[in-house]
């Protein structure tokens, strides 16, 4: 699939040949053998030694700076011509002939250091308004230092960068099965990035300051991002514990670095160049400027010598206790377990679950089977176990192991709250809040509340009928925690008259993997096209590749997907970015790596559950977000934006999965080929209707757990469990019983701490967007497009409460601030909006809105979305509008 490879075809292939060469000894004295340049009196000159310019020995001599600015240009000009001119004369990769060999090597080696060099010097004097082509340039000049600066392997990194994916682990040339190479490659990294210190600071404040930070980081994130994946998934547990190892090593380097007053004062200096030369929160290179120096202050780097030797060991020991937290959670030692007898196992569960279950467990000779229980076979037990005793045990067990995790949490908490007091905030979530689209803790809070106020009501209705549901099977209506899942489940099916298993016949694995690449092509016009990685490529067996290609066949970016269970491996499913994308003018010049990890029941008919569909679009929406972001600096690339904001995509793609008109594409059953009815859709949308508040509950309560704990972080040693039984009571119409330490398990509190509300805010707000764009037309080209263009193009560099209030046409419900000018992407409309209007205006739909959403397909009429959207017209058009 080489042959494929997009922008720029040959140089990829020249610098796959590239790759193997030991860098020239005297980096200084290229020699430039392209001919002509142009001099800065217009002129066409020879070079007066032709094929030999001095360049950096004549610049200290004095060379004038107009000379040296064109001379770049000249150079990169030639390179950019030269190199496809020669890739077009040999027609393998291979450079079979000995001439094109040569020639590439001398050319090659020679303009990129002459490129190099002159760009620097160029860069420095470069105006503003050049800046970007100075960029241009010096993409090629910073992998030139990357193998520079590189003793051993040199120009490797370069054949990464410009190749889509290599053959080595990951699809990238600098690892391989042993884990040394992941090793190597991270000290090459921290190696690579102290010469980019080294330039940041000596730079000019200007653009380029950002961009050697960028570069900077980008350095390190590819192999930590690689690392932070390869030690959740790979199944050779010593490579595992390597990546580990090198994920803290590189953390801690992070640290230093985040912690260096000079790179600090480097990136003060460029914003305030940038501001005075008007860029603004709109400009790519700013934000991106904003969000390092965010980072370098969440680093502690204006503290005093003790307060920041404070921060950093509270950091590694926040890191420590929260890597201890997370494997707790995959080792069933520590995890408690039930018995069940086998009988009952045999005559309630699915068959495929009931295999997953029993994988490695005997029963004794009563017929006995002692379960452990992980969070899945609690999961599954709750749901299809008639017997209440049983379902109790399973969830109490559940709710009160691993035990040292209540102790690791403790720490995790009072070393968030140091940090965040030594940085001068009152609380973790305040810390947090800096850089997520709810500006303060207040209004996550406020969110949550005014949520739960609004669904209490049809919660309480729900329950109650899940009691008469209850009453009429069992005989009493007192409904607990551990009666949820199996009296809902069973309610759901009756209603609705459809199994799961008949449901799980029209998605098979294959099925489903032909929608994601349907979906991608009908609404983004990419194609993809699926390969089989090689042994060396991937971190376990049956790990599948895609790869996505554009109208034009140029590659925009391989989706690895780890799809089933293993022993040891990462318990939830998950998207990781491998590597981020990059672009430019024309188009993607890095294409992005991402892997999707789930966890679904391994069965010999590979069909997924409707829940496990659901799951893998959710993480393909992630994965999408990644593919299609068009940011020129990779650090605010894909998913790398406000947490509160990369839940929206996620969220927004599950919404394919509950609609007829995408699913009859590919949904097919696996057996009869039989399309799936219309009529088994609107049953599973039914069901998903008939307990959502309650379901929206657990989501509050949750997000309420995580955002107190956060924001009013328990002293050590306190009771979180009484904390948890409290809001769980507040917020949720079921009750918890004593002694249920349910947050041992909540893995998010360590992963995402103090932002699980992005959860809830992104079920609403992706709700919206559906509506909006895709209700009508699921399928539709220009919608596809539009989201393309103004909301996942832009990754994380762009404000998103701008981006949403654009895409919405609104100010959107709860968590986004008021008070700004937000004008459209096009530039076309600008709407002010301040608080007065928005709380006349607004305020009150917030609340329709929450509850329009619950009852959505229940009511005929007007959706409040619909409703709003004249509302806004009317406002802009100068009439009163319907008062209401
Ligand atoms: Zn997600």
Not at 324 to 339: C, I, Y
Request: hydrophobic share 40%; charged share 25%; aromatic share 8%.
């Amino acid at each position: 699939s080489d042959a494929r490879v997009g922008v720029p075809v040959a140089c990829a292939r020249a610098d796959a040949k590239l790759h193997v060469r030991r860098p020239p000894p005297t980096p200084l004295s290229c020699s430039f053998a392209c001919g002509t340049y142009r001099r800065s009196n217009g002129r066409q000159k020879r070079p007066r030694h032709r094929g030999n310019v001095h360049v950096a020995a004549k610049t200290k001599e004095g060379r004038d700076v107009e000379h040296e600015r064109v001379h770049a240009r000249e150079c990169h000009r030639a390179f950019v011509a030269w190199v496809p001119r020669a890739a077009a004369r040999d027609d393998t990769p291979s450079f079979a002939s000995q001439e094109t060999k040569r020639r590439t090597d001398v050319h090659l080696g020679a303009m990129f250091r002459a490129v190099h060099v002159c760009a620097w010097r160029w860069r420095r004097v470069g105006t503003t308004c050049r800046w970007m082509q100075v960029d241009e340039t010096r993409r090629r000049a910073c992998w030139c230092t990357c193998a520079w600066k590189c003793e051993d392997g040199a120009w490797l990194e370069r054949g990464n960068d410009a190749t889509a994916a290599g053959t080595g682990w990951l699809g990238r040339n600098a690892l391989d099965a042993r884990p040394e190479s992941l090793q190597t490659w991270a000290k090459h990294a921290m190696k690579t990035s102290q010469a980019w210190v080294e330039v940041a600071v000596a730079e000019a404040p200007s653009p380029s300051t950002v961009h050697a930070l960028d570069r900077l980081s980008d350095a390190i994130c590819q192999v930590l991002d690689a690392a932070e994946l390869l030690r959740n998934v790979h199944q050779d547990r010593t490579y595992a514990s390597t990546a580990q190892r090198v994920c803290n090593e590189l953390n801690q380097f992070v640290h230093e670095l985040n912690a260096n007053p000079q790179l600090h004062r480097a990136v003060e200096r460029a914003l305030r160049a940038m501001q005075a030369k008007g860029c603004h929160e709109k400009c790519e290179t700013f934000l991106v400027g904003e969000s390092l120096k965010l980072e370098f202050e969440n680093g502690g780097v204006h503290l005093l010598l003790e307060a920041k030797q404070r921060w950093q060991r509270s950091q590694e020991a926040e890191h420590r206790a929260a890597v201890a937290f997370s494997r707790n959670l995959t080792e069933n030692q520590k995890l408690g377990s039930v018995e069940v007898p086998l009988s009952m196992l045999e005559s309630h569960l699915p068959k495929h679950v009931l295999k997953t279950l029993l994988k490695g467990c005997l029963s004794n000779q009563d017929g006995i089977v002692n379960l452990t229980t992980d969070s899945s076979t609690v999961a599954q037990l709750l749901k299809w176990i008639p017997d209440e005793r049983i379902r109790k045990q399973a969830y109490l067990s559940c709710a009160r192991t691993p035990v040292e995790n209540q102790g690791l949490l403790d720490v995790i908490l009072v070393e968030r709250s140091t940090q965040a007091r030594l940085l001068g905030y009152d609380s973790y979530s305040e810390l947090l809040a800096q850089n997520r689209m709810a500006k303060n803790p207040a209004a996550v809070a406020r969110f949550l509340d005014e949520l739960w106020l609004e669904i209490e009501a049809q919660a309480r209705s729900e329950l109650e009928r899940l009691r008469c549901f209850k009453k009429a099977r069992v005989g009493n209506d007192e409904v607990a925690v551990w009666d949820y899942a199996f009296f809902t489940g069973m309610a759901k099916a009756e209603a609705c008259s459809i199994g799961a298993i008949q449901v799980s016949a029209y998605f098979h694995i294959e099925n489903c993997v032909r929608g994601i690449g349907l979906l991608a092509q009908r609404l983004f016009g990419l194609e993809a096209s699926e390969s089989n990685p090689s042994r060396q490529e991937v971190w376990a067996e049956g790990v599948r590749r895609l790869d996505f290609y554009d109208c034009r066949q140029s590659h925009r970016g391989t989706m690895y997907l780890d799809l089933y269970p293993r022993p040891g491996k990462f318990n939830h499913a998950a998207h990781f970015t491998v590597r981020c994308g990059i672009c430019n003018d024309k188009g993607m010049v890095r294409p992005p790596i991402v892997a999707l990890v789930c966890n679904f029941q391994d069965s010999e008919t590979h069909l997924l559950t409707h829940q496990e569909v659901e799951t893998l679009f959710h993480e393909y929406g992630h994965a999408m977000h990644s593919l299609l972001s068009q940011t020129r600096l990779q650090h605010l690339s894909g998913t790398r934006g406000a947490l509160d904001f990369v839940e929206i995509p996620s969220h927004f793609f599950e919404h394919f999965v509950w609609d007829h008109r995408f699913l009859r594409c590919f949904a097919r059953h696996h057996k009869t080929e039989e399309v799936i009815p219309r009529r088994m859709v609107e049953h599973l949308r039914a069901s998903k209707r008939m307990f959502q508040a309650m379901d929206m509950q657990t989501q509050i309560v949750y997000a309420v757990f995580d955002h107190r704990l956060h924001a009013h972080p328990p002293s050590l040693g306190a009771d979180c469990s009484a904390l948890f039984r409290n809001v769980h009571n507040k917020y949720s119409v079921l009750q918890q019983p004593e002694g249920s330490n349910w947050h041992l398990r909540f893995g998010h509190l360590v992963n995402y701490g103090g932002t699980y509300y992005c959860y809830v805010a992104a079920k609403i707000l992706s709700r919206l967007l559906w509506e909006m764009h895709f209700e009508a037309d699921p399928l539709s080209e220009e919608a596809g497009r539009e989201l393309a263009l103004k909301l996942l193009g832009w990754g994380g560099a762009r404000d998103p409460s701008i981006i949403l209030v654009g895409k919405l046409h609104m100010a959107s419900p709860g968590l986004l601030p008021t008070g700004r000018s937000l004008e459209d992407d096009v530039g076309r409309t600008c709407l002010s909006f301040n608080e007065e209007f928005h709380f006349r205006h607004f305020r009150p739909f917030r609340h329709n809105f929450v509850r329009g959403l619950l009852r959505m397909d229940a009511v005929g009429g007007p959706t409040p979305v619909v409703w709003m959207h004249r509302r806004v017209r009317s406002l802009l058009c100068g009439s009163t509008g319907p008062g209401r």
